[in-house]
């Protein structure tokens, strides 16, 4: 692993900080506003379905997989831009 200038250490924990609670906001939102919301939502079909349940049993489901696949790949982009990407050789 490479070693980081004190600048480009603080440079990369700002940015994965940020990814992170990028992240956590949009999964803030999907795991309770959208289910505190669900029964005006209701009055929507989506489907055949009430949209509030379809966002709370199908769609906040959906979105945390693909949340967790893009946070890994942004986190990997951020740690190839300063050289500290996980090595994966298995010899």
């Known amino acids: 692993m490479a070693q980081l200038s004190p600048a480009d250490r603080a440079e990369h924990w700002r ?3 940020n990814l992170m609670f990028v992240h956590l906001a949009i999964w803030f939102v999907f795991a309770y ?3 505190w919301f669900a029964v005006p ?3 929507i079909n989506f ?3 009430p949209l ?3 966002f ?3 769609g906040s489901l959906i979105v945390f997989v693909v949340q967790l696949f ?3 790949r942004q986190q990997h982009a951020i740690d190839v ?3 500290v990407e996980e090595n994966n050789n298995k010899g």
Do not use: C, D, P
């Open 15 to 17: 940015r994965t900080r």
């Open 33 to 35: 506003l959208v289910h």
């Open 41 to 43: 939502l209701n009055n």
């Open 47 to 49: 489907f055949g379905w």
């Open 52 to 54: 509030g349940y379809y």
């Open 56 to 58: 709370s049993a199908q």
């Open 70 to 72: 893009l946070f890994a």
């Open 81 to 83: 831009k300063f050289g």
